[in-house]
T-cell receptor, first 111, second 114 residues
């Protein structure tokens, strides 16, 4: 069965630095990959979607890469701020629209 | 705001009881899916409805069932509740059942089974 791993459960960085989160997957060839942000007690909020034929996508301070050979996606937040502190979820999307989620990485940005 | 609304936001049930959770999808979205998120875990796919028909199901027993209505709103029903059913139940909507369109989540319904 498919397996999605996010590099660490927690990542702590200083304000202004770039946060890099990793998502690795096995036994699957997703058509799309999505990143979500989830705050405690809230539903996931969509951030970015990247297609299998796209290498990189950007949105403001966010950047996502997708390497289907390595079966890996990297999610970057540049010039990080304390308000970026949250859990970030990687999700593979099947052609039927089903999402397979990793456990998430809890990011803490300290001043 | 995603336009996906869920009710109730919190509820407590006793083991063996039944529960119904409700979801209104974003306007124009014809696909609704349900996910279960246990504490410290990522969401797990329960099932998906496209134009009132179930078109995908995860590894959940038959006591988890659902409906989608003509206005594309949806219900998740869980019978014979077990303690392990305690979780955040998330509804998500999108346009189209098999496309690359974005999936938007509601804030979830917190279910506690005692």
């Amino acid at each position: 069965s498919q397996k999605i791993e996010q590099n660490s459960e927690a990542l702590n960085i200083q304000e202004g630095k770039t946060a890099t989160l990793t998502c690795n997957y096995t036994n699957y060839s997703p058509a799309y990959l999505q990143w979500y942000r989830q705050d405690p007690g809230r539903g996931p909020v969509f951030l970015l979607l990247i297609r299998e034929n796209e290498k990189e996508k950007r949105k403001e301070r966010l950047k996502v890469t997708f390497d289907t050979t390595l079966k890996q996606s990297l999610f970057h937040i540049t010039a990080s701020q304390p308000a970026d502190s949250a859990t970030y979820l990687c999700a593979l999307k099947s052609t039927l629209g089903r999402l397979y989620f990793g456990r998430g990485t809890q990011l803490t940005v300290w001043p | 705001e995603t336009g996906v609304t869920q009710s109730p936001t919190h509820l407590i049930k006793t083991r063996g009881q039944q529960v119904t959770l409700r979801c209104s999808s974003q306007s124009g979205h014809n696909t609704v899916s349900w996910y279960q998120q246990a504490l410290g875990q990522g969401p797990q796919f329960i099932f998906q409805y496209y134009r009132e028909e179930e078109n995908g199901r995860g590894n959940f027993p038959p006591r988890f069932s659902g409906l989608q209505f003509p206005n594309y709103s949806s219900e998740l029903n869980v019978n014979a509740l077990e303690l392990d059913d305690s979780a955040l139940y998330l509804c998500a909507s999108s346009l189209g059942g098999t496309s690359g369109n974005t999936i938007y989540f509601g804030e979830g319904s917190w279910l506690t089974v005692v």
